[in-house]
């Protein structure tokens, strides 16, 4: 079975600062308490709807899609991955807080999708 850390294309800092976001244990690894604390505040951020049973299903996925601002297919992949990055670089204004090279990477990645500019 895949570690779900790399099913989730998230390296430790951005799993430390889902973790403390949604006030879970910061211990960069993703189970099943974790998904419980995301599908919490999911629900709560949201009003989701989600049964917190720690598993990640599509329904846990697509709401979380839906909160970043990607596409909702329910299936966990690289737009997902930075779309939730650049979601926990926000500031409480909603404002982008770059702290990194990968949060840098990030915004450009999401620029050039939106702009239809495909990758040389």
Do not use: C
Not at 8 to 37: C, R, S, V, Y
Not at 96 to 120: N, P
């Amino acid at each position: 079975m895949a570690d779900i850390n790399s099913i989730w294309q998230l390296d430790h800092d951005t799993i430390i600062k889902l973790q403390e976001k949604i006030g879970a244990k910061p211990d960069g690894m993703i189970g099943q308490n974790t998904i419980k604390k995301l599908q919490a505040w999911l629900n709560s951020e949201n009003n989701a709807g989600l049964t917190e049973d720690g598993k990640l299903g599509p329904k846990t996925i697509k709401a979380l899609q839906e909160f970043v601002g990607v596409e909702a297919d329910g299936s966990f992949g690289p737009a997902t991955a930075n779309g939730l990055k650049l979601k926990l670089m926000e500031n409480a204004q909603g404002e982008q807080i770059i702290t990194d090279a990968g949060g840098l990477d990030a915004v450009i990645e999401r620029y050039m999708r939106e702009q239809g500019i495909q990758k040389a």
